[in-house]
């Protein structure tokens, strides 16, 4: 598919948004063969193609994450409009940017680069909002509410977990909601708080069977 594309030095929304997916898709097939290295490779080339700068220094990670963090808390308090959700252009930029940033963040945390995968879920969270009611906004809110838990700050993680839980009741998507238990037994996992995890495990392998 890639070596087919139009080469034209611009693209139309349409094909740049197929160029984009096309790489996020192919990142996610490295995942699933468990090749990391080739999935940070295909995911930083869908975000080039969106026009999202790859960060390397710490200092302008820093920087960007503090901004992007005080994006996110202002649209928790005053939400996109209804009008921007419904807008099918804006909504499928929206979507396919949460996807590439998720991606992004899996690779930065299997690469311990930690800045930049919190940089990465707080975008893929922001992005994801912007869609309404969708599977990209329950997994973003809780790959960013394990990601907050991890550093200890619970209120805040407990926000985004129940977030994404209450999103995924919406959706009355059982595969959906079994992930959301996943990622939350996970982080708990790592703090070896046992009874948590048995619960959301019992949870998810429950939905898994719906």
Not at 23 to 42: N, P, V
Not at 94 to 108: I, S, T
Not at 133 to 146: K, N, Y
Not at 155 to 172: G, I, Q, T, W, Y
Request: with cysteine.
């Amino acid at each position: 598919c890639l070596a087919h594309e139009p080469k034209q030095p611009t693209w139309s929304v349409e094909q740049k948004l197929q160029a984009v997916r096309w790489r996020r898709q192919l990142a996610e097939a490295h995942y699933s063969r468990g090749d990391i290295h080739a999935q940070g490779i295909a995911v930083r080339r869908a975000l080039r193609v969106a026009g999202e700068p790859v960060l390397r220094s710490p200092t302008t990670i820093l920087i960007r994450l503090l901004w992007r963090g005080l994006r996110l808390a202002f649209q928790q308090a005053y939400p996109p409009s209804p009008r921007w959700v419904q807008r099918d252009d804006l909504r499928f930029w929206e979507r396919e940017l949460a996807r590439c940033l998720n991606q992004a963040a899996m690779v930065d945390y299997f690469e311990l680069r930690f800045s930049l995968g919190m940089y990465n879920l707080v975008g893929a969270v922001t992005h994801a909002e912007r869609t309404g009611f969708s599977v990209e906004m329950a997994v973003a809110s809780a790959q960013l509410a394990c990601g907050l838990g991890i550093l200890g700050w619970r209120n805040a993680c407990e926000h985004f977990m129940e977030r994404a839980e209450r999103v995924a009741l919406a959706l009355a998507d059982p595969a959906v909601h079994a992930h959301v238990c996943n990622l939350d037994a996970l982080w708990h996992l790592g703090r070896c708080e046992w009874s948590v995890v048995d619960r959301r495990l019992d949870q998810s392998q429950e939905l898994c069977l719906r």
